[in-house]
């Protein structure tokens, strides 16, 4: 059995019932990703307003554009033995391509996060906190001044790890480049213009692990 389940939200996917329950799943779910992502919109204009970009929606907008590709997902990562000179993985080291993602999870260890020498650093777990993560879009979006991280999971020996995660992506025809207000003097983009739907394509080519951005870099 897969560790998650993905659900894929605007549109719906999960079918309608005919005689459904008082709560269906999905109900539940919508109810759910609607309330996290105006919080990860609230988030991106607050980052937004930082960076000086006006309007401030001007990034937000394509998380909560009608056509955006947003998903849920829910991770399962069961206990396993520990085993001596190994480390068990339960999700490999990578950024994610959206513009945010925002994770809760219970109480039990096993987020990490890489520094910029490469060092891991585990993240305390905090079952009622929200964990905003930066995704490659926004690296894109605001020319490298917020860096999408690299992260991973580990599997604990002794207690099961459950996390949904919000990943808010812009719509796939959405055209991708630096903001203009971010250039600097020079008015160096550090990436190229590319489409959403581009970019979901070129990263399925390559590794998890794979710098995903470094082929659209000027």
């Not at 394509?62 to 590709?69: G, H, N």
């Not at 947003?70 to 080291?93: C, D, I, K, S």
């Not at 891991?120 to 905090?126: F, G, I, K, Q, Y």
Request: net charge neutral.
């Amino acid at each position: 059995m897969d560790p998650y389940v993905v659900v894929s939200l605007f549109p719906k996917t999960i079918p309608d019932f005919a005689d459904p329950p008082a709560h269906t799943c999905r109900e539940l779910l919508e109810e759910y990703a609607a309330a996290v992502r105006r919080m990860a919109c609230g988030v991106l204009e607050l980052m937004a307003e930082g960076l000086g970009i006006v309007p401030a929606d001007a990034i937000s907008r394509l998380v909560a554009d009608a056509e955006s590709d947003n998903m849920l997902r829910v991770n399962h990562y069961p206990p396993a033995p520990a085993q001596p000179g190994r480390l068990l993985t339960g999700f490999g080291e990578h950024t994610d391509p959206q513009i945010i993602s925002v994770l809760r999870s219970n109480g039990t260890t096993g987020l990490e996060i890489a520094g910029r020498d490469g060092a891991w650093a585990s993240v305390p777990p905090d079952a009622d906190s929200f964990f905003v993560n930066v995704g490659d879009a926004l690296q894109v979006l605001t020319n490298g001044r917020f860096r999408s991280v690299k992260h991973r999971v580990v599997v604990s020996s002794e207690r099961s790890r459950v996390s949904i995660i919000f990943f808010g992506g812009p719509p796939p025809g959405e055209r991708l480049a630096p903001l203009p207000q971010l250039l600097g003097d020079g008015g160096r983009s550090r990436y190229r213009e590319f489409t959403w739907k581009e970019y979901k394509s070129s990263s399925h080519k390559g590794r998890l692990v794979d710098d995903r951005l470094r082929r659209f870099e000027n």
